[in-house]
C-alpha cells in the first residue's frame, strides 16, 4: 500500500510539474516587476500583477520570493570583485580561477567547512590518460551521452566540458604537483561493452592531505584535491567564510547581480559586493523534500541519501528563481547508484547476475550499468531487489563482464563482506523463506534461469553468455540490491559562458551571474548517464573553473 502511495504521488507531480511551470512564469512576472520597482525578491503580492500572473500562485513554500533584506539589518559589508556562493567542486574551481586573474575574491559556505564527496573525475585526455595510455574518443562518449540523454541534454554544454575538462585538469595536476598530490585512472571500466560501454575518464586524485576526510568535510578521496586548492587560494588572498548562509541576490535597477547577502554564525546579515560577478556554486537541493518533491520526486524512493551532512537544500536555485533566473525545461534526475555508502558496497550488488524482485520473478537483462541496476530497483514491487549466486560465485565472478561497481573477483575481505550482508540459504526454497518471496516462483525463476545458463543463450532477457552463471550449488545467497541517492541533478539554465539565463523566452544572461555545479542544469537527460563515471564531478570542477574565469573577467 505504501508503494500504492508513491506511485500515486509521482502521477501526481506529473501535473504539478506542468503547473509548476506556469507557476515559474508567474514568479518571472513578479521579479520583473520587482526587479524594476525594488531591485531585490518581490514578496508575491505585488497589486501591480495582471490577472493570469495572480491566478497562478507559485504553490511550494519557495516559490514565493521572501521580503527583501532592509539594509537596516545589515551589520557588515564586504567588498570583492568576485562573491562565490559555495565551497564544493564547483565553488573551490570558481574561486581559483578568478584568484588567478588577480581579482579580489571572496568564497562563503553555509557548512563549517569546504565540502568534498566521492571519489571519481571525469575528464578528456589530460596527461594522466595519455600516460596511461587512455585515449579517448571524445565524438563517440559524446555520442554516447547524447543518447543516454535521450538527446535532453544541452550538446553545447557536453562539448564545452569535453573540450576543456583535460586542459582544466591538467593545470589542477599542475598546481598540486608539488605537494605530491598525482592522479590516478580509476579503471573500473568497460569501454568496449557493446551495448553500454563505460568509458575509462574517470582519475582519482592520490596523495596526502591534512584534512580529516570525516562527517565535517566529507568521507571522501576528493579532499586530497580540494584541500590543495582550498590552501592554495587561501595563500593568495581568498577569504573563505564559512558558517556564512547566502539568502538573497541582490539585483540591480539596471539588472545586473551585484551583492549577496548572507547571514553569519551570529545570526547577522553581511552583504558580499560583487564589483565584477556572483558564481552560484550551492550544490543540488537534494536535502530540500519540497523541492525533491517537484522535481525529482524518484530520488525519494532510494535507500539512503549519501549526501551528508544535510546541507544542500537548493538554496542557490531559489535565490536565482526569486530575481528572475529560468529553471532547465527538460526534467531533473537523481543520480542513484548501487551502493549505501562508506561501510562497503555490498558484492555482487551492481553485477550482471540473477536479479528477481519481490515476486520472485527476474525483470531485466542484468547487463545493465550500476546507475540503472537503480531505476529498474525502484519500480520493482515493494521497491525492492535481490542479486543470486550460489556458492560458486567466487570462481564465477571473474567470468563476469567488468564495469562500474561490479564484482569479477572476490578475495577474503569480500567472501567476508557477502557473508554479511547477505541471505543464506541450503535450498531455494528456504532462501524464498528468507528473501518473504513466492517460494515456487524462485524455484521457477532459479531453474529457468539455470537452464538458460547451461544452453549459453539468455531467450529471456538477451544476456551475453559469460554473464549467465548455472545457480545449482548450495549455499545460496540474496543479496539486498541497494539505491543510494547522491545528489539532484537539474538547475538553472545556463550558457556556454557558465551565465545564469533568466526565465524570458528568448533566455537572456543575467548580467553579473554565473552558475556551476548542481545548481546549474542542462547536462543530464533523466538518469545519470553510465557512459563515463564521474561526470558529475569532472563538469562539476570544469564549469566551476570556467565560471570563476568569466566571473573574473567580466564588466
Ligand atoms: C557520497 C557521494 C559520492 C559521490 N561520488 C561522486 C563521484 O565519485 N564522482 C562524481 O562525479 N560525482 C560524485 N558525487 C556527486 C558530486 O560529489 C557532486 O555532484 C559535486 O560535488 C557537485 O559539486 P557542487 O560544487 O555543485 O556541490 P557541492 O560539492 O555539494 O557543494 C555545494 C556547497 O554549497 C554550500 N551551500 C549550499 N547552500 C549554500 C548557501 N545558501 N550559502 C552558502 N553556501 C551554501 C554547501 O554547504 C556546499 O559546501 C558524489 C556525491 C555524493 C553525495
Redesign the pocket.
Known sequence: MELDKKFDHRLDRGLDRRDFLKGSVAIGGLTALAGLAACAPSDGNDANLDGDAQLQAPEASFETPPEPIADSAITETVEADVVV????????MAALAAVETGARVVM????EF?????????CINTKIHKEAGITLDPQKIISYLIEQSGNQANQQLLWLWANKSGEVYDHLLELVSDKGITAIPMGSSNPDDVMYPEFDA?LLFVGDTEYEMDEAI???P?TVLLGAIVDKIQSEGCTAYYQ????QLVRNPDGRVDAVI?RTASGDYTKFTAAKAVVL????Y?NNPEMVEKWCPWAALADVN???PP??????HK?ALWIGAGMQLEPHCP?L?PNT?PSGDPPFSASPVLRVNALGERYENEEMPAPYVCTSRIRQPENKAWAIVDANYAEDAPRGSAGLLRTTAVDDAGRELLESVALKADSIPALASAMGVPADTLEKTVARYTELAKAGRDEDFGKSPNNLWAIEQAPFYAIPVPV?F??T?GGLRINTNMQVLDNTESAQPIPGLYA?????GGLYGTVYPSAV????????VTG?YLAGQHAANDN
Not at 114 to 119: E, I, K, T
Not at 533 to 540: Q, R
Request: glycine content about 22%; aromatic content about 4%.
Open positions: 556562493v559555495g565551497s564544493g567542486d564547483a565553488g573551490i562563503i559556505d553555509k557548512h569546504f565540502m568534498a564527496h566521492g571519489l571519481a573525475n571525469a574517470a566529507g568521507h571522501s576528493q556564512t548562509t547566502a539568502e548572507a556554486a550551492t550544490g543540488d537534494g549519501l549526501y551528508a546541507i544542500n537544500t537548493g538554496d542557490g535565490m543520480a547508484h555508502g543510494g547522491m545528489n541533478l556551476a555545479g548542481n545548481v546549474s563515471s564521474g561526470i558529475n564531478k569532472g563538469w562539476s566551476g
